[in-house]
């Protein structure tokens, strides 16, 4: 009926195909919203770039392999492929009740990933960028078996806190190397590791300072992705082992006895992905990674390193295209708490969510609008209750049924005017606010454009108030719903991006009855395709407190859990055995005399009479005891404790007391010094 052409000069459309991936989900464990941190903006993206009728396509798959899955696997008595199909399975399905619809949703594991990714590491063995060399690697003698990374805990070479042989995961965040970990632990049987000499491949990751120096300052994306990797540039990179002695993974080229690092066959999946949607298509992967069709990861900022720093210098040596762009969100935390499963602080996407009816919309919506994109985003049900009851409901939901009601109920369908210039400039003005914020990636600024002309129009609607027009002014009344009509198009099409079921329930309202996927931005500011309007319904419904109790009730629940779980473990592991018990040697022993020590207030030295020897032991009780009283006093001391120096004075054992006031513990009779305590 009415055209409007969009003139909006920075709206560039480009001329090749795009490519979007978003980090890999590893298949040991279902989704959380902390993976959703990734995908919902990456979804909300791609939606938004088919809408400016850009060709984007979007892959990804999961992450199958490494030490956890098999640790996992058995666990339940199951293979590790069994494992990574079921969970692969469960991250496709969530994903797309969450509105997050992959063109292909691929698993590492898979044939053509084992191909490509052993023909990438033979060209990078063929053009001298992977050498062998014989480290020292954590082997369990009890096992009898070489312990892959994930298999070893330790401490951290770099800041001394416990850490996995992999990662500083609690400390410094560093990459450890194979050996690097310091007192390694099996995490199979618990015993101490050893060190033993193997051989291994390694990647010349230093001989890409230069290239990744000149990539980085051009790399597209967001700041931090940038920032991180040139700083760890700039300390100067190491030599990365890309082998791992596993039997679950990709086989080193050559290799029977050794697997590719994780590290290395999970982003070549999206490679690989983007070959199996060319095979399923038809299309062209190659334009992509050996032509000019850019390529946009988004990840999590925790995988920076992997991303900006050994993906491009692995690509780079086998003769591909880098990424053009990287997009790295903040983490997420729990009600102010840091984001834990062992410690319960999870929001888990299936059972705490959709399985409870909530709308992925509201999430959706709360993910992209809290925060901006790189910052840590922290989930509060308080907050998610706030964010859709006022903005959703009250000023979207309110201003959609006021609108179509009166315009399906009072003026029977779409008046037949054209919308004016101050709506069509309102419009124009969202549409290119949305875009500035997402070409920098700003995914809260662009949905802060979009919810300011959801406000336009609430506002408009009230101020013009058409029920009170009627009386007055009918076509006065038309031209105002008319206007509003435009912006809930108008709305409808941007809000696709963030709302994409609720957005389709509006475009049926509007009287369409095709997908609003499929429709461009430029069609914000155009007619309909019908006068005609079905009946209004309410498209948003609030989110009552007693819903939120619940939901605060079982995330309060399972911390709980998980702290008696936790105490339960630190009672367990401070358990000994009887064995362990019986290496403790503990007989009676009388006091002969006592001492202060100069210079200390709590320490007395203290003579025993142990038989047929006496000791000199070192005691904290002077606060309790005059030295005078002690003297005949029979006592139980440890007797095989290493000697140790306390204020320069030599201890040669321990008197065993009780409680604060520390009670010395004694026999019920007499019995003779050096009497073994059984």
Not at 310 to 316: D, E, G, I, Q, S
Not at 331 to 357: A, C, H, P, Q
Not at 366 to 371: A, D, E, K, R
Request: charged share 25%.
């Amino acid at each position: 009926m009415y055209l409007y052409h969009l003139k909006a000069k920075n709206i560039v459309m480009s001329d090749t195909p795009l490519l979007v991936t978003c980090g890999l989900p590893y298949t040991n464990g279902p989704c959380h919203i902390g993976h959703l941190r990734t995908y919902v903006p990456a979804d909300f993206f791609v939606r938004y770039m088919r809408h400016k009728g850009e060709e984007v396509i979007f892959v990804c798959g999961s992450d199958n392999h490494g030490t956890p899955i098999v640790i996992s696997a058995e666990a339940e008595g199951i293979t590790p492929r069994e494992m990574s199909e079921r969970y692969n399975e469960h991250f496709e399905t969530t994903f797309k009740k969450m509105g997050i619809d992959f063109d292909r949703f691929g698993m590492t594991d898979d044939p053509t990933n084992h191909k490509r990714t052993q023909e990438i590491v033979q060209k990078l063995i063929d053009n001298n960028h992977i050498y062998k060399k014989i480290i020292n690697q954590s082997y369990c003698p009890h096992c009898q078996m070489f312990l892959p990374d994930r298999y070893v805990e330790g401490t951290c070479p770099h800041c001394g806190e416990k850490a996995r042989g992999d990662e500083c995961d609690q400390g410094c965040g560093k990459h450890l190397e194979p050996g690097e970990i310091k007192d390694p632990i099996c995490k199979i049987c618990g015993g101490k590791a050893e060190l033993r000499d193997q051989e291994h491949y390694f990647f010349k990751l230093g001989d890409f300072s230069d290239f990744l120096e000149e990539y980085l300052p051009q790399l597209k994306g967001t700041s931090n992705a940038r920032n991180y990797a040139s700083g760890w540039v700039k300390e100067g990179l190491h030599d990365w082992c890309i082998t791992r002695t596993l039997n679950w993974g990709v086989k080193f080229p050559g290799s029977e006895e050794l697997v590719v690092y994780v590290w290395v066959d999970a982003p070549i999946g999206y490679m690989s992905f983007t070959e199996e949607w060319a095979e399923k298509t038809g299309g062209d992967w190659e334009q992509f990674w050996k032509g000019s069709s850019p390529v946009i990861h988004f990840i999590g900022q925790d995988i920076v390193y992997h991303h900006c720093v050994f993906w491009p210098a692995l690509l780079k040596g086998a003769g591909y295209m880098p990424p053009d762009a990287v997009v790295a969100s903040g983490m997420v935390k729990i009600d102010d708490k840091k984001f834990s499963k062992s410690r319960g602080y999870v929001v888990w996407t299936n059972e705490d969510y959709l399985d409870l009816g909530l709308s992925s919309d509201y999430l959706r919506y709360y993910l992209l609008s809290y925060t901006s994109h790189t910052k840590e985003l922290n989930f509060s049900w308080k907050e998610y209750q706030t964010r859709v009851n006022n903005e959703l409901v009250d000023t979207i939901g309110n201003f959609f049924y006021r609108t179509l009601h009166f315009a399906a109920k009072k003026l029977g369908g779409i008046p037949q005017k054209e919308p004016e210039q101050e709506i069509l400039a309102e419009i124009e003005k969202a549409i290119l606010e949305t875009e500035r914020s997402i070409q920098e990636y700003e995914f809260k600024s662009a949905i802060e454009a979009i919810m300011a002309l959801g406000s336009f129009g609430n506002a408009y609607i009230q101020t013009n108030a058409p029920w009170k027009l009627m009386k007055t002014d009918e076509e006065g009344a038309k031209q105002v719903i008319r206007n509003c009509l435009q912006i809930v198009k108008a709305l409808t099409i941007l809000l696709d991006a963030v709302i994409p079921d609720k957005a389709q329930k509006s475009w049926e309202l509007l009287g369409y009855g095709d997908k609003v996927i499929d429709h461009t931005l430029s069609e914000a500011k155009t007619g309909f395709d019908s006068e005609i309007l079905p009946n209004p319904e309410i498209i948003f419904d609030k989110i009552e407190d007693e819903k939120i109790e619940e939901y605060e009730k079982t995330l309060r629940m399972r911390v709980e859990t998980a702290k008696l779980k936790e105490k339960s473990q630190k009672k367990e592991e401070n358990m000994i055995t009887i064995d362990e018990f019986a290496k403790v040697e503990l007989k009676a022993g009388r006091i002969i005399e006592a001492e202060k020590i100069d210079g200390s207030k709590k320490l007395l030295r203290i003579q025993v009479d142990l038989g047929d020897e006496k000791r000199q032991i070192v005691s904290g009780i002077a606060q309790f005891y005059n030295p005078e009283e002690l003297a005949d006093q029979d006592v139980i001391v440890v007797t095989n404790l290493k000697p140790a120096k306390l204020f320069g004075v030599e201890s040669n054992g321990m008197i065993l007391a009780a409680g604060e006031e520390a009670s010395l513990l004694t026999t019920k009779i007499k019995v003779a010094p050096g009497t073994k305590v059984l």
